[in-house]
């Protein structure tokens, strides 16, 4: 199975609320980075996150990581109908590749 | 926004035909990537690249073929097509170890082999 795996797999919230999206790992890393794609697009990256970090911020993104549980969280707050898309987080234990989940979609209703 | 291009982003073609996808980056970047992406599935690696003249498989059995022969290029190639892979491919690039091996990623060749 997959290092990375995202719950939930679809999250459909009303404009205005805040999305939680969760990633759970299996084995120890270097970093874990968050990306996004929208429909039929290539992925971008949001924000990494190294191993000795618990906490990030970047604009509306918070990330968190519990590397004791192996499990990360990225939070939208203040969600816009333009943040309709899929997440995905990466794992990168050190070697080369990098590891991506199977992303969780996420429907912000206007 | 990323300089790492893909052509053709949409392609559908014949059973048994050759064709090439190509990826191109101007970043400089040493580390090169061909993912394939089913709509909404994860992403699996079938290809990468070290640097010129390496090219390694990646996690996913792939009966295509990559080579880098120069830096900026990374293609693609499928012998003879089949339905089976029908498919997005992203092609993508990153610096290494230092930036945290962040990966930057073309718009995606969607490949519909009829």
């Known amino acids: 199975s997959q290092q990375g795996e995202e719950d939930p797999q679809a999250l459909s919230i009303q404009e205005g609320e805040n999305a939680t999206m969760n990633c759970s790992y299996k084995t120890s890393i270097n970093n874990l980075q968050w990306y996004r794609q929208n429909s039929g697009r290539g992925l971008v990256h949001l924000i990494l996150i190294r191993s000795n970090e618990r906490e990030k911020h970047s604009g509306r993104l918070r990330v968190t990581l519990d590397t004791s549980k192996k499990s990360s969280s990225l939070l939208i707050t203040a969600s816009r109908a333009a943040d309709t898309a899929s997440y995905f987080c990466a794992t990168d234990t050190g070697g080369f590749k990098t590891i991506f989940g199977a992303g969780t979609r996420l429907f912000v209703k206007a | 926004e990323a300089d790492i291009y893909q052509t053709p982003r949409y392609l559908v073609i014949g059973t048994g035909k050759k064709i090439t996808l190509e990826c191109s980056q101007t970043m400089g970047h040493d580390k090169m990537y061909w993912y394939q992406q089913d709509p909404g599935m994860e992403l699996h690696l079938i290809h990468y690249s070290y640097g010129v003249n390496s090219t390694e498989k990646g996690d996913l059995s792939s009966e295509s073929t990559v080579s880098r022969i120069r830096t900026e290029h990374f293609p693609l190639t499928l012998e003879s097509a089949r339905p089976s892979h029908t498919s997005q491919y992203l092609c993508?690039?990153?610096?290494?170890?230092?930036?945290?091996?962040?990966?930057?990623f073309g718009e995606g060749s969607w490949l519909t082999v009829v």
């Open positions: 993508a690039s990153s610096v290494g170890v230092s930036s945290g091996n962040t990966i930057y």
